[in-house]
């Protein structure tokens, strides 16, 4: 089992940065590919960023792509997701995942891929 915890959610003014985090327990950690997931009131839950096993492969929803940076600390049992110019287009729950198969290199970008799903932080973005 892996328990994920998000953290780091918030008001924002359109424009503006945030840094949400998801760290993990349960199991080792440095194994497993990470996901940020997002969700909006009224909409599907889609991909964000996700990062490989070992941090070498990253991959980004073209919404947020060049705006947002994906990385993760082994040692803190924890994956950050950096975004800047925040629109009001990028509010939503922001939820993690990790899949069950570990060393996942090249991470997937659909949600039946992640097996274990953390409560979600909300993102608010201000116009």
């Known amino acids: 089992q892996v328990q994920l915890v998000e953290s780091g959610g918030g008001l924002v003014q359109a424009g503006g940065s945030l840094m949400v985090s998801c760290t993990a327990s349960?199991?080792?950690?440095?194994?497993?590919?990470m996901a940020w997931f997002r969700q909006a009131p009224g909409r599907e839950r889609e991909f964000v960023a996700a990062i490989g096993w070992s941090g070498g492969t990253t991959q980004y929803a073209d919404s947020v792509k060049g705006r947002s940076t994906i990385s993760r600390d082994d040692a803190k049992k924890t994956v950050y997701l950096q975004m800047n110019s925040l629109k009001p287009e990028d509010m939503a729950v922001y939820y993690c995942?990790?899949?069950?198969?570990?060393?996942?290199?090249?991470?997937?970008?659909?949600?039946?891929?992640?097996?274990?799903w953390g409560q979600g932080t909300q993102v608010t973005v201000s116009s």
């Open positions: 995942a990790v899949p069950e198969r570990p060393y996942v290199a090249v991470p997937g970008i659909r949600a039946d891929e992640y097996d274990y």
């Open positions: 349960g199991r080792p950690f440095v194994r497993n590919a």
